[in-house]
């Protein structure tokens, strides 16, 4: 009787066992992507300041803002609408840039935020949320100062 | 007398230009798309981040990557490709591509056609640098010159190797890698 009843309760955990085993690996097998548009972001800063600092020292800058797996820093970044163009994907790209900096950010939106990217002109002020995906630097193959690049962008109204 | 200066100046500098050829083509217009594919399953990843220059004269060509662009379908596989074991964007951020198209006098950028363009040179991923020899085609239409090609890349080259586990079963050994560009003069 004592017997059994230990078989049947080893049974039962290991049925427990597969199930969660199971149930984590297809959570985690669909795993959604990180809500960048409502997750808080890290740091706030200008076009300028974040061009400036990844001159400076970009590896420094790469550990401060990149993450190891991918889901780098967010980051809202408040500068002036250089141009506004289209990538190949039909996403808005909006180039933040200070008429003497290097560089600018170069901030992508997504088909979701794209109608309040076409809002806006060149020339005007404005603060764009997104995610990190290089920093600025100098090419010396391309011979062009590279832009900060963030994507899943949306416009910040405060 | 102050606008003959001008005028001469302004001969000698556009002079000077034309002596020096044609202006770089800059593309921040650009796809890059990764295809791996098993019997266990297609995996999929699009960048449309990085930036390229042509210089219509030389025929010098370059590519730069930002590797955290690349999106996957699945959270769990762009955090894989992005880890240590894959491709560690974290400490090489960007892969690159320099060549020179060898036969850049065989391509009109002034007229409209669609030109095979012999591509030698290196490219870096994860910090390894490779030679490679790809073919692709330049593309001219009223003054806007497009660039695809579409090759071949052997993770194992770049220290992109999987012993085990899923990985070693689910992603190829060799991916096919297709790119597109629109270029504009500088």
């Known amino acids: 009787m004592k017997r059994k009843k230990i078989i049947k309760i080893g049974i039962i955990t290991a049925v427990a066992g597969i199930v969660i085993a199971g149930a984590i690996g297809l959570y985690m097998f669909n795993m959604p992507h990180r809500d960048v548009l409502s997750a808080k972001a890290d740091f706030s800063l200008t076009s300028s300041q974040i061009v400036t600092e990844y001159l400076a020292d970009a590896s420094a800058a790469n550990e401060k803002y990149l993450a190891a797996d991918g889901d780098s820093k967010v980051l809202e970044i408040t500068g002036t609408v250089n141009k506004i163009s289209d990538d190949f994907d039909g996403k808005k790209v909006v180039l933040l840039k200070d008429g003497s900096d290097k560089a600018g950010v170069s901030a992508t939106f997504t088909p979701e935020t794209n109608a309040n990217a076409e809002k806006l002109q060149v020339g005007q002020s404005i603060t764009i949320k997104g995610v990190i995906r290089s920093g600025a630097a100098y090419d010396s193959d391309l011979e062009l100062y590279e832009n900060v690049i963030l994507e899943k962008s949306d416009i910040v109204t405060k | ?186």
């Open chain 2, 1 to 186: 007398m102050k606008k003959l200066v001008l005028v001469v100046i302004a001969a000698v500098l556009f002079a000077g230009f034309s002596a020096n050829g044609q202006s770089k083509l800059v593309s921040s217009k650009s796809h890059i798309k990764f295809f791996s594919t098993t019997p266990a399953e297609d995996i999929e990843a699009n960048n449309t981040t990085s930036v390229s220059t042509i210089n219509p004269s030389t025929g010098e060509i370059v590519f730069s990557v930002p590797m955290q662009g690349f999106e996957f379908e699945k959270a769990l596989m762009q955090k894989h490709f992005n880890g240590k074991d894959f491709l560690n964007t974290k400490e090489f951020p960007k892969a690159k591509l320099t060549g020179k198209i060898t036969n850049i006098d065989k391509i009109d950028f002034s007229k409209d056609g669609t030109y095979d363009a012999h591509v030698e040179g290196e490219l870096t991923i994860k910090g390894v640098t490779k030679p490679v020899h790809e073919m692709g085609k330049i593309t001219v239409t009223g003054g806007k010159v497009d660039a695809s090609s579409k090759f071949n890349i052997t993770l194992a080259d770049y220290g992109i190797t999987f012993v085990k586990g899923k990985p070693s079963t689910n992603i190829a050994k060799t991916v096919e890698v297709t790119l597109q560009a629109e270029y504009a003069a500088q």
